[in-house]
Nanobody, 127 residues
Framework: QAQLVESGGGSVQAGGSLRLSCAAPGYRYYCMGWFRQAPGKEREGVGTVDTDGTTTYANSVKGRFTISKDNAQNTLYLQMNSLKPEDTAMYYC???????????????????????WGQGTQVTVSS
């Protein structure tokens, strides 16, 4: 059973930055992504990165968040800058053995197509 382990969450004031990490040892995925879920809301996609480094972002985070991946270490990163209170959520990394889908509209990746998930890390942004 593949295991993904997130780290790096915490509390920060609006305008601050955080960097999340997701370790995925022992398995190579074609597509990895970040998702978030606020209390009482559905899980929403933040963005994805393919093995070749191609990224997609939801419009809500475009220009503020950056997804990257260290293929040698099988570690996924989410650099979050200019954080807003509405970014407060549990953040999850996920992985898929297929290629990432394109996201021209910027609606964010569909969580239903990802088969492997981490346990989540909390991000809280105060105003």
């Amino acid at each position: 059973q593949a295991q993904l382990v997130e780290s790096g969450g915490g509390s920060v004031q609006a305008g601050g930055s955080l960097r999340l990490s997701c370790a995925a040892p022992g398995y190579r995925y074609y597509c990895m992504g970040w998702f978030r879920q606020a209390p009482g809301k559905e899980r929403e996609g933040v963005g994805t990165v393919d093995t070749d480094g191609t990224t997609t972002y939801a419009n809500s985070v475009k220009g503020r968040f950056t997804i990257s991946k260290d293929n040698a270490q099988n570690t996924l990163y989410l650099q979050m800058n200019s954080l807003k209170p509405e970014d407060t959520a549990m953040y999850y990394c996920a992985a898929n053995t297929g290629w990432c889908a394109t996201d021209i509209a910027g609606t964010g990746p569909n969580p239903a197509i990802f088969g492997y998930w981490g346990q989540g890390t909390q991000v809280t942004v105060s105003s």
